[in-house]
């Protein structure tokens, strides 16, 4: 499945108080039934891009982008980054899954044992930690703050659980993004094409995505739904 930049733009309606105006967004945006859902067809813009990202005073806001698994968050994470380089860093979160085939440690994830993931745990390392189909997943305070010394939006891709931590930290404050697939079947869909779920793990993470899908049904828990 392919996203259109219609899709990744969208995100760009929350931006304007992130960039300090070093940017020009002029969205013409139909809503859907609800306040803050748009559908992928309703969404023009013009942007204006730039050559360099500015230094500033203030960090800007983190940007948390949510959805189940195989809804597509990293196409969208890697299209932002690759349209806007240096603007946008990505926080490398910590797992004890292992990992897939093309991925690489440092870069998709830090891989770690159960036993170092829980001792950073104990250590306070983590703003939120969270497990799926018996991995765990974190991401470090570490993290965030080398991507904002550099004035960069923190990209953050967080489940449902790391959601619910993350909006208990106040002085944290980032916009939220949830991403939400067409359907529950297509979801199944793209999590069978990928061929690394077994019958029993594919099982979990269609439960775990039917209670995320309800979690990001309501619209006081994120800033836009994509579907």
């Known amino acids: 499945y392919t996203f259109q930049l219609e899709n990744i733009f969208k995100i760009f309606i929350i931006l304007d108080s992130m960039l300090n105006k070093t940017y020009s967004l002029f969205a013409d945006i139909t809503r859907a039934t609800t306040p803050k859902k ?31 698994s195989g809804v597509g968050k990293s196409t969208i994470i890697k299209r932002l980054t690759d349209e806007f380089p240096g603007l946008f860093g990505f926080s490398v ?15 998709n994830y830090y891989y770690v044992t159960r036993e170092e993931f829980l001792s950073c745990k104990e250590k306070g390392e983590f703003i939120e930690t969270a497990e799926f189909s018996g991995n765990m997943y974190g991401t470090s305070k570490m993290a965030i703050q080398c991507i904002q010394q550099k004035s960069q ?45 077994t019958e029993e793990s594919l099982k979990k993470r269609l439960d775990t995505a039917k209670r995320e899908l309800a979690y990001g049904s309501n619209l006081e828990n994120f800033d836009i739904i994509i579907v």
């Open 38 to 68: 748009y559908s992928v067809k309703t969404v023009r813009y013009q942007l204006c891009k730039f050559s360099s990202v500015p230094i500033m005073a203030n960090p800007p806001k983190p940007l948390v982008i949510c959805g189940p």
């Open 93 to 107: 979160s910590h797992t004890t899954r292992k990992p897939r085939n093309g991925e690489c440690d440092g870069i």
């Open 153 to 197: 939006i923190c990209i953050l891709d967080i489940e449902m659980q790391g959601v619910i931590q993350i909006k208990k930290i106040p002085e944290l404050d980032p916009h939220f993004v949830f991403i939400q697939p067409p359907s529950i079947e297509e979801l199944e869909r793209r999590l069978r094409d990928r061929k690394t779920e």
